[in-house]
């Protein structure tokens, strides 16, 4: 019989991270200050962020760095997640391409995000801070986070976008159950929020809208810190336990990936998933391919611009040097809520620019329809962003069929989409739509100051 799941011993369950700043060729820009545009070091961003995540965030000299031990222990709950071989998909396909995927759905939480919740809530109480805020679009690194907030006794506040609040309640449940304060942002409880209802009453809100009022939470708020799910280095890092977890794995089913494909929101599982395969690419002389799947409605790696631009829509976080649309982009209302963002991420952006990887931009009906695909074939329903990594990996194995390559296709399923079931819905009666955005609508949004 053919082996479909591989999975490691807890013992060969990896006890560092990988960095993937310190092999880099060319270093990632500094995030700067912005109003004296000076590069911003360890002590500058850790009045918002645990300072350990901000010496992660700026080390560009430690290629592994050791995972706690209360972290390790708390990954083995659900760790290793399975790497699976999609023998029904290839077949559905027709394809002679071998395709791959990483189940991070299967823990508690349903998707990757709980990798970097442990660590920065661990972080946190060890250096004495009792509250964290965060922002959550779909509601995934929210629920993950007000879990691990829980695991290591912190209170959490969290503020979800209003449009996700709407489109799915259950996460917001999720999230009380783990003992959370949530909120739907643009709120009247901060300035920002109040700023942005001023502005633009009907405002359903952003990831960008939700950073503001956390951030602003955290630095108005004594013993309050601020954590963030995607974007930073710091964030890659602690995601790296995905890829490298599959590198082992690849070794047991004896093949090496030629195409690495994740969906991109912010990064994070995409840098979790390939990171550690890129190192052999810069170090080793290999030559896979990195491919992140964004939605064609919010395409910031492959019509965005590479500029310093801030975070967040109010412009509260530093600058930072990365492809964006405008902190002021307004996503359309598309169900892949995790990939609504305006922004690329440091590494990824230096990489793109150093030609390491590149982009793909997918039409939402698209990704519903490869979404349906999977189930129907490997029985597993993917969150709407994991659907973009499939619909990628789709369009280059049916490549495979025109040209009888035999090539080895890994994909990160970075999340079930048990609680998008609305969305489901929308798309098996026709009512869901593709928004591809226009230069116009790009052209008229704010990069930086
Ligand atoms: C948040 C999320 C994403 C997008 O975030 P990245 O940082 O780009 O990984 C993708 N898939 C799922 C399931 C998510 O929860």
């Not at 004296?36 to 962020?49: K, M």
């Not at 083995?76 to 399975?82: A, G, L, N």
């Not at 990489?351 to 939402?364: R, T």
């Amino acid at each position: 019989m053919k082996q479909k799941r591989f999975l490691l011993t807890e013992s060969e369950i990896p006890t560092q991270w990988y960095n993937i700043q310190a092999d880099m060729p060319n270093k990632p820009l500094p995030p700067l200050h912005p109003a004296t545009r000076q590069p911003l070091g360890v002590e500058d961003l850790a009045h918002i962020f645990p300072e350990e995540c901000c010496k992660q965030e700026l080390n560009t000299t430690d290629s592994f760095i050791d995972i706690p031990e209360p972290v390790l222990e708390k990954y083995k709950f659900y760790r290793s997640t399975p790497l699976v071989r999609a023998y029904e998909l290839e077949k559905a396909l027709g394809t002679p391409a071998h395709i791959y995927f990483k189940n991070e759905s299967v823990n508690p939480l349903g998707s990757h995000k709980i990798n970097s919740a442990l660590p920065q809530c661990y972080y946190a109480k060890q250096e004495g801070t009792t509250n964290v805020t965060t922002e959550t679009g779909a509601g995934q690194w929210g629920a993950a986070l007000s879990y691990a907030a829980s695991v290591f006794g912190l209170e959490a506040a969290v503020y979800q976008v209003k449009i996700s609040m709407q489109q799915k309640p259950y996460r917001s449940s999720i999230m009380r159950t783990f003992g959370a304060t949530v909120e739907g942002s643009p709120s009247m409880s901060t300035r920002a929020g109040k700023d942005i209802i001023t502005k633009n009453p009907t405002h359903m809100g952003s990831l960008g809208t939700a950073i503001s009022e956390a951030v602003e939470l955290a630095m108005t708020t004594p013993g309050c810190k601020y954590t963030l799910g995607s974007v930073l280095n710091h964030v890659a890092i602690h995601q790296s336990i995905i890829g490298l977890e599959a590198e082992k794995q690849m070794e047991k089913a004896g093949e090496y990936p030629d195409m690495v494909i994740a969906c991109f929101g912010g990064g994070s599982n995409f840098g979790g998933i390939a990171f550690p395969f890129m190192r052999h690419n810069i170090l080793d002389g290999k030559t896979t391919e990195f491919i992140a799947a964004e939605p064609d409605s919010c395409p910031k790696l492959t019509r965005g611009k590479f500029d310093y631009d801030f975070g967040d829509e109010a412009g509260l976080t530093p600058l930072l040097p990365m492809f964006t649309l405008g902190h002021d982009f307004k996503p359309a209302n598309i169900h892949a809520g995790g990939l609504r963002y305006h922004g690329a991420g440091m590494i990824v952006s230096q990489l793109i620019k150093d030609g390491y990887m590149h982009g793909v931009d997918i039409p939402q009906l698209e990704t519903f329809e490869a979404g349906v695909l999977f189930a129907r074939t490997e029985g597993i329903i993917p969150a709407p962003e994991s659907s973009h990594a499939i619909a990628a990996t789709i369009r280059e194995a049916l490549k495979c069929k025109e040209t009888g390559e035999e090539k080895v296709i890994l994909f990160n399923l970075s999340g079930h989409g048990l609680i998008d079931m609305t969305a489901y819905d929308q798309y098996i009666c026709g009512d869901l739509q593709n928004y591809k955005v226009t230069d116009e609508e790009i052209a008229k949004n704010h990069i930086g100051v």
